[in-house]
């Protein structure tokens, strides 16, 4: 199986740094270790740091590696649940690679990306859930999705869907034993209890759709917002993207066609990650690269979460062009520049009026976060697509296995239904033995980063 090898890996960035850190797994690890340090392990207390120096070969002293802290754990006490060991060495990447190397002229192998993590879900050191949640603390970009991603670290969401795993179980047992009992058609006590359990299944279908759209607005949170700034040239997108940055991105300059490419930068506004795209102003032009530009500007338009439309005059600038339908289907605020000019716009049209250039552009960011109602999120459960795809799936089985209610006869059905639903949660928490280790490996662990 691929994650049970012995396997390393170097755990920090390949760049020269104060330290940086190799990890060894697997049933080979002290053994491996035994051969390039001269202590004694059999005097050293597991999971306790000590110092050692390192040799590719512990009986010939020219061949040292490094002076390091070593910290050996015996599985099952380990994070990956095997035994391992990790090396706190001069964080220079000739120094990773010669250990490296070493460790596996000495037996052990490179490991794929999140293979450490994968040997511990396979050693039953956490579930599906919590090894998402590993993933997504790394990958964290903002202080929001990190403490969801630590919530689901520590099993609270385990917890959650693991209680929602109960209360399925109870209604299937309790539709068993009307099952069992050859239950009578007009039985008036059997009729009262599948009302009870559809609407003990209806109230399992709320709660998980109300996390559910909690999960998508956090997934859209940890991704980040594509905020497109878009519009005629010389109305003020790029001093705007330069006021939001709070420093000088794009070229400002009163020449018409001056921003070709999209320039993009990033804010955290409440916790969240906002990315601003600048783009070629909208116009005619013979320009060659200017019209790049502009087919740039269409794909921003597309791939943006919502849009700022800028205007120094009036908003019918793109009356009858192609580029409105495009705008028509997404968020978008029509925003009034060059307040300070005092020009005659007409700003009953626009959402809001600013001045880039000479005022506080926060009420414009206050608006953005309103309109894409992000004001008040709760705080919520989960985070990761792999969540949505799952609590969709399950809230869809449920529906379908409460329809099969409706129709009396169909009881058989129903638990059958909601044992469809329990092979769900199952797989999703990942305790289904029908997946194979390659298939959970390549669905999840392959995604984590080298050293995880
Ligand atoms: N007075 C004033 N001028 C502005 C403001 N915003 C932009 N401008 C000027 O308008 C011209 C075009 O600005 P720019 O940001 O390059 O426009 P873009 O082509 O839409 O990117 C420049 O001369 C800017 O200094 C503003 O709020 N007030
Ligand atoms: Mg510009």
Known sequence: MIVFDTICALATPPYKSALAIVRLSGEQALPILRQITKRDL????????FYTKLFKDKNNENTKIDECIVVYYKGPESYTGNDSVDFFLHGNPVICEELLSTLVALGARRANKGEFSAQAYFNSKFDLLKAQGINDLINANTLRSKNLALNTLGGKNTKLINKIKEEILLSISSMEYYIEDQYI????????????????????????????????????????????????????????????LKKEKAIV??????TRDVVEGEIELSGIKIIFNDTAGIRLTKSRIENLGIKKTYEIIKKSDLLLLLSDTNFDMFKGKKILSLI????????????????????????????????????????????????????????????????????????????????INEIEICSDKLRVVINTINEYLGNNEAKTAEDIYETLFSHFCLGK
């Open 42 to 49: 059999d005097k050293i207390k597991p999971n306790y740091a």
């Open 185 to 244: 058609e007009n039985d008036l006590e059997a009729n009262n209890e599948l009302d009870n359990t559809k609407s003990k299944i209806q109230k399992l279908i709320d709660e998980i759709d109300y996390h559910l759209q909690n999960t998508k607005k956090n997934n859209f949170i940890y991704k980040g917002v594509n905020v497109g700034i878009i519009g005629k040239s010389n109305v003020g997108k790029s001093t705007l993207l330069n006021a939001l």
């Open 253 to 258: 300059s009163s020449i018409p066609g001056t």
């Open 328 to 407: 028509k289907n997404k968020p978008c605020i029509k925003v009034q520049t060059k307040k300070d000019l005092n020009k005659k716009g007409k700003e009953d049209e626009a959402d809001i009026f600013i001045s880039a250039l000479k005022e506080d552009i926060k009420p414009l960011t206050d608006l953005i976060l309103k309109k894409l109602d992000l004001l008040n999120v709760e705080e919520g459960y989960f985070l990761g697509q792999r969540d949505v795809d799952y609590l969709t799936k399950i809230s869809n089985q449920l529906k379908d296995a409460k329809e099969s209610i409706n129709i």
